[in-house]
């Protein structure tokens, strides 16, 4: 994720001095009262009259909102880093078939470094949320703490959908946790803080100040992912912030920092947009993971693609569909034994709704089925060689 805002604002000031007649005219005590508060230069002691600069007194010594909120949470707050097996060579098999497969030399490389919040110490644990593609794929994940001081740390469990995961710590040197505040409460409008370690540990514990934009936003992150409800703001988030706090003006953790838009479907860059996790849904997430160590949803039991994946002859030839069935997941391959194959779906059916819900790809067929839980019975609308057909099928995980 990478927001550059930074504006350099120029301001022109135009100072004039200037002493015509009596135009200007101060009292000697007036002029002695603002000799000693405004003053900044003053002649040195001794015969040197020249002048020399002295600083003048911070008025300023009271701490803002945002400072006593960014000293509440931040020490909470950790750089997460991952380590995978570095691997010497890919065959070109291998690039043809599209496998991923490659010989590996045993040895571990840094791979990518994001961001966590401490929220939870218990006995010798400290746990800290973070998000899934931080450490996704890791063979090795270390943390470091605010003080600077790096140690491993091991995953609880994480889940792809929400892009959330829970790391574990030796809480030793845990001196601080983050409290989530209430994410429904938030207001559009409102001052928030991102922390973070944008391009990495040498950044760590950046704060950076903006707003909440949009408390609802509907986002994908692509067209076969689950449309999730997230917060937007403005305030700065780059490559590294990922996994770390939005923090309101209580020092309250209101959302996990997670993606940012960086440009439009033109391509067009854009600023100032990105998108944080809601806390009262990481709240819900991050107890099922430390419970359970992942979290159960429903399934289909199917390999599918969408339909706009298949070529208009072949919607014609082989799927025999009508004209007017453009949108739709086509089912590649039933698991035996799975949802769709006991409810008697087969190869190349055209599932077009659930519960008379449009499935226009895989990522709305996604959204549809997570409404539900493991023992729901849906309704599903597919097409088989041209035939509109529905069938009621009991939801497994």
């Known amino acids: 994720m990478k927001i550059n805002r930074f504006w350099l604002k120029v301001a022109g000031v135009g100072l004039v001095a200037g002493l015509i007649g009596g135009g200007v005219s101060l009292g000697a005590a007036q002029l002695w009262q603002n000799w000693q508060e405004n003053a900044s230069v003053k002649a040195p002691s001794g015969s040197n009259k020249s002048g020399g600069t002295n600083v003048k007194k911070n008025n300023a010594t009271g701490s803002t909102r945002a400072t006593r909120a960014a000293q509440k949470v931040k020490n909470a707050v950790v750089s997460v880093i991952t380590y995978e097996e570095s691997s010497s060579s890919t065959s070109l098999s291998d690039l043809i078939n599209g496998s991923s497969s490659t ?59 929400t892009d959330l995961a829970v790391l574990k710590i030796n809480a030793n040197n845990v001196t601080t946790v983050a409290s989530f505040g209430d994410s429904s409460k938030v207001k559009a409008g409102q001052d928030v803080l991102a922390i973070g370690s944008p391009m990495g540990t040498d950044y760590a514990n950046t704060v950076t100040k903006g707003i909440i934009s949009a408390t609802k936003r509907k986002v994908k992150a692509s067209s ?37 838009l960086s440009s439009d479907g033109s391509g067009t860059s854009v600023e100032g947009i990105g998108f944080s996790i809601p806390s009262n849904e990481v709240v819900s997430v991050i107890n099922q993971l430390v419970k359970n160590g992942k979290i159960s949803r429903p399934s289909l039991g199917i390999s599918a693609v969408n339909l706009s994946q298949v070529s208009a002859s072949q919607q014609s030839s082989v799927l025999n569909l009508p004209s007017s069935v ?35 790809n895989i990522g709305s067929l996604k959204t549809q089925l997570y409404k539900h839980s493991s023992g729901d019975k849906i309704t599903i609308t597919y097409y088989r060689s041209g035939e509109k057909k529905t069938v009621s099928a009991t939801l497994s995980e």
């Open 103 to 161: 010989s590996s030399s045993g040895s571990l490389t840094k791979a990518s470094e994001g961001s966590g919040v401490i929220y939870k110490k218990s006995g010798n644990a400290a746990y800290i949320v973070t998000n899934n593609h931080v450490v996704s794929g890791a063979k090795k994940i270390k943390v470091m703490l605010s003080t600077g001081k790096k140690v491993e740390a091991t995953l609880v469990g994480k889940d792809s959908t």
């Open 326 to 360: 453009t949108k739709g997941v086509v089912v590649i391959k039933t698991t035996s034994g799975g949802v769709a194959a006991t409810a008697g779906l087969e190869q190349y059916d055209v599932i077009t709704a659930i519960d008379g819900k449009a499935v226009k």
């Open 224 to 260: 076969d992912s689950v449309a999730t409800t997230v917060i937007q703001t403005d305030a700065a988030i780059n490559s590294g912030n990922s996994g770390g706090p939005l923090v309101n003006m209580a020092g309250q953790v209101i959302g996990i920092n997670s993606m940012k």
